[in-house]
Nanobody, 124 residues
Framework: QVQLVESGGGLVQAGGSLNLSCVAS????????KGWFRRTPGKEREFVAA????????HYADSVKGRFTISADNAKNTVYLQMTNLQPEDTAVYYC?????????????????WGQGTQVTISS
């Protein structure tokens, strides 16, 4: 079992950047598929980015491709989401997630472990 804690959210103006962190405890993240999701009020949680446990080519939602980057630091047992050129539609609670699956997945239901979320607010 792994516990996940996100940080790094905040309020920035459109066009700005934020770096989210997700620190894992309990087990090494190297054995988990790692993903970021987000949820806005009134909407379902949606996929943002993911990388397999072997650190293969990351996968991104079309809405963030070219602006967001997912990465992992195994030594720190941390996964990151670097977000640039943020827009008001990126406003959401962002969640880190992990699953023992060896296969990359964008489906919310396929992730077993979740953090508590961190709020990201973009002003226009």
């Amino acid at each position: 079992q792994v516990q996940l804690v996100e940080s790094g959210g905040g309020l920035v103006q459109a066009g700005g950047s934020l770096n989210l962190s997700c620190v894992a405890s309990g087990r090494t993240l190297t054995v988990y598929l790692k993903g970021w999701f987000r949820r806005t009020p009134g909407k379902e949680r949606e996929f943002v980015a993911a990388v397999t446990r072997r650190g293969g080519t990351p996968h991104y939602a079309d809405s963030v491709k070219g602006r967001f980057t997912i990465s992992a630091d195994n030594a720190k047992n941390t996964v990151y989401l670097q977000m640039t050129n943020l827009q008001p539609e990126d406003t959401a609670v962002y969640y880190c997630a992990a699953d023992p699956s060896p296969v990359l997945n964008t489906n919310v239901a396929r992730y077993r472990y979740w953090g508590q979320g961190t709020q990201v607010t973009i002003s226009s």
